[in-house]
């Protein structure tokens, strides 16, 4: 009758959905994923603003003959087919059972159609994953082909380098902004602050499990150095106040070095001082809690 087949059809639909709605949850979050670990996460205002260039039909006709977009319109047809004999393959090997659908009862069907809708989509959503991983590098290697310069712009360019002051110093200014934003990223993973106080701040991270010796890992001096300060504060890094030794490492030490030996013994009073200071925490926040 009626009512059962639009009830059934409508049991379908459900179980259809519910088959297929966490595959696209998954799609869509790795879509999201790929595309920010390929360009990170952008906005642009710029791209929402209406531009009657953009409804050009010439433009548009030309755009689909360039070469870019036929290698797109290659890759989305061989997806296509891809996944048309993915389906042909389910329903293929199902073929036996669907000839005896009309003599399962109603609940027999749903869950067949139910099972062969997830078998479907289950290896759909596989193999679109292993092409979307494939694309993926394709595109990247495509991106870094067409911003890689030929011999005659890399001889270009350094003569320009050569000959304009500016533009090294422009260089050397980006190099030193790049190496101090490295910097103060390390500076929340660090064991101990020391301090001029106000002068100097250094920061040090000891892993005995990965080198012999504290590293230094950041330091500077006035705004740095009150910077530095600022975010081992913000992440509960201990500031140690001894001037001789902070002046010493800033003199002595690079970032990413180990300190040297003649300041092992200072370097270690200070570090016995900061694992006691935490080892009495830990104790205090033990009973406060009554551990």
């Known amino acids: 009758t009626t009512p059962l087949v639009m009830k059934a059809a409508g049991e379908l639909f459900n179980v259809f959905i519910r088959a297929i709605s966490p595959l696209l949850a ?16 952008l906005w642009s205002p ?25 290698v797109e319109l290659v890759k989305s047809f061989y997806k296509i087919m891809i996944i048309g004999w993915i389906a042909y393959g389910v329903i293929n090997g199902a073929y036996p059972q669907l000839m005896t659908l009309s003599q399962m009862d109603l609940g027999q069907g749903i869950g067949f159609i139910g099972e062969l809708v997830m078998k479907m989509a289950l290896r759909v959503a596989a193999t679109m994953l292993v092409l979307a991983a494939g694309d993926y ?3 990247r290697w495509q991106f870094e082909k067409s911003i890689r310069m030929t011999k005659q712009e890399v001889k270009q360019e350094s003569k320009q380098m050569e000959t304009d002051p500016q533009i090294k110093q422009r260089i050397r200014q980006r190099q030193r902004e790049a190496s101090r ?3 103060m990223q390390d500076v929340p993973l660090s064991s101990v602050i020391i301090t001029n106080p106000t002068h100097f701040a250094i920061a040090l991270k000891y892993d005995p499990e990965r080198s012999h010796a504290p590293i230094l890992v950041a330091k500077g001096a006035d705004l740095i150095a009150l910077r530095i300060r600022e975010i081992g504060k913000e992440n ?38 900061v694992f006691r200071l935490n080892e009495e925490r830990k104790q205090r926040m ?3 809690y009554g551990l």
Not at 26 to 41: E, M, P, R, S
Not at 46 to 70: D, H, M, V, Y
């Open 236 to 273: 509960d890094v201990p500031l140690v106040e001894n001037p001789p030794l902070a002046r010493a490492l800033f003199k002595q030490v690079e970032i990413g070095q180990e300190i040297p030996g003649e300041l092992y013994e200072s370097v270690a009073e200070v570090l016995a001082y």
């Open 286 to 288: 033990a009973t406060a």
């Open 181 to 183: 934003k490295r910097m």
């Open 137 to 139: 590098f394709f595109q």
């Open 46 to 70: 710029e791209a929402l603003t209406p531009n009657l260039a953009k409804l050009n039909p010439l433009a548009g006709i030309g755009r689909l003959f360039q070469p870019r977009s036929l």
């Open 26 to 41: 998954v799609a869509l979050t790795l879509g999201v994923l790929v595309n920010v670990a390929q360009t990170g996460f």
